[in-house]
């Protein structure tokens, strides 16, 4: 059956990214958070890109879609898109509409992945450098403190002596310790292959030397 026709009338869209039937009013908000929004015209089936469809301000009447031919309404005062024109543009098939969205997910799994990816990472560097620290602390824990302590507090009268002297003076000794300690791992760390020693004198040898 055919409908009445209604010449100049404001034409509606769809939306090919999220389907949404819009309004001709309504596009510019549509598009503000539909960032990839692209308009098909619901009478002429003409899309338009961009920021094209503020130029569609009337559409075809039915009379004229269903006859095949883009005829000018008489009750409009702009001008409506040429057959020409129409010709064009691209109407987008329902296969196109689905490798679109198919391509749009792809894309948010991968960038969901590469922030899963980065997270990963950092947790994994953090632990890393926790358990630098762990030998370090142990090592401090191995030196002979108690020892120490015994032995100064043994010169002193009566085995006591100000805290703050006991520190000062345990802690220097503990210092060479490390220091000894450190020396030792210096040497052991000479041994790479990529340094000479040669005599007083250290070398590294370059890539490609």
């Known amino acids: 059956y055919q409908r009445r026709v209604r010449g100049g009338r404001m034409p509606s869209f769809v939306c090919q990214t999220c389907q949404d039937v819009v309004k001709k009013p309504k596009l510019d908000d549509h598009k503000s958070w539909c960032r990839t929004a692209v308009f098909t015209c619901i009478d002429c089936n003409v899309t338009f890109e961009g920021q094209n469809y503020r130029t569609h301000t009337s559409c075809i009447s039915e009379k004229d879609k269903y006859a095949g031919k ?5 009750q409009n005062t702009k001008t409506t898109m040429t057959s020409t024109q129409a010709s064009t543009q691209k109407v987008p098939s ?6 679109t969205n198919e391509t749009e997910t792809r894309k948010k799994r991968k960038v969901r992945k590469r922030k899963n990816s980065v997270k990963d990472s950092d947790q994994s560097q953090k632990k890393q450098k926790v358990e630098e620290n762990i030998p370090t602390t142990l090592a401090l824990d191995n030196l002979p403190w108690k020892n120490s302590i015994i032995e100064l507090l043994k010169k002193a009268s009566q085995n006591e002596l100000p805290k703050n002297k006991v520190k000062k003076s345990v802690v220097k000794q503990m210092s060479q310790e490390v220091k000894k300690q450190l020396e030792l791992i210096f040497e052991e760390k000479l041994n790479d292959p990529d340094f000479v020693v040669n005599g007083t004198q250290l070398k590294w040898l370059q890539p490609g030397v």
């Open 94 to 99: 329902k296969e196109n509409t689905t490798t």
């Open 70 to 74: 883009y005829l000018q309404n008489k």
